[in-house]
Nanobody, 115 residues
Framework: QVQLVESGGGLVQDGGSLRLSCAASGNILNVDSMGWHRQAPGKEREWVASMSHGGSTNYLGSVRGRFTISMDNAKRTAYLEMNGLKPGDSGVYYC?????????WGQGTQVTVSS
């Protein structure tokens, strides 16, 4: 089993910053990639950023240049550094880990950006 626990969400003003963390435990060998998704009220969950096992990264166009995904393998933790936050970035942020073709999700952490 794999467990993912997100933290670091909160309420910030327009233009503010937050750093989300995703701590992994359990059988997390052979991770193919990790990523972050978000879901705003009344909207479908959308992909935000991902990092492959090899370290390559990809970002949703609207967050590129403002968000940075990273991983600390020693701490078994993934991060999403978010700068220049906008009200449109508000939502529940979920981390996901892909291991041997299976997706494991965390419970999510709320991010609210006030205007």
């Amino acid at each position: 089993q794999v467990q993912l626990v997100e933290s670091g969400g909160g309420l910030v003003q327009d233009g503010g910053s937050l750093r989300l963390s995703c701590a992994a435990s359990g059988n997390i060998l052979n991770v193919d990639s990790m990523g972050w998704h978000r879901q705003a009220p009344g909207k479908e969950r959308e992909w935000v950023a991902s990092m492959s096992h090899g370290g390559s990264t990809n970002y949703l166009g609207s967050v590129r240049g403002r968000f940075t995904i990273s991983m600390d393998n020693a701490k078994r933790t993934a991060y999403l550094e978010m700068n220049g936050l906008k009200p449109g970035d508000s939502g529940v942020y979920y981390c996901v880990s892909y291991i041997k073709g299976r997706a494991y999700w965390g419970q999510g952490t709320q991010v609210t950006v006030s205007s």
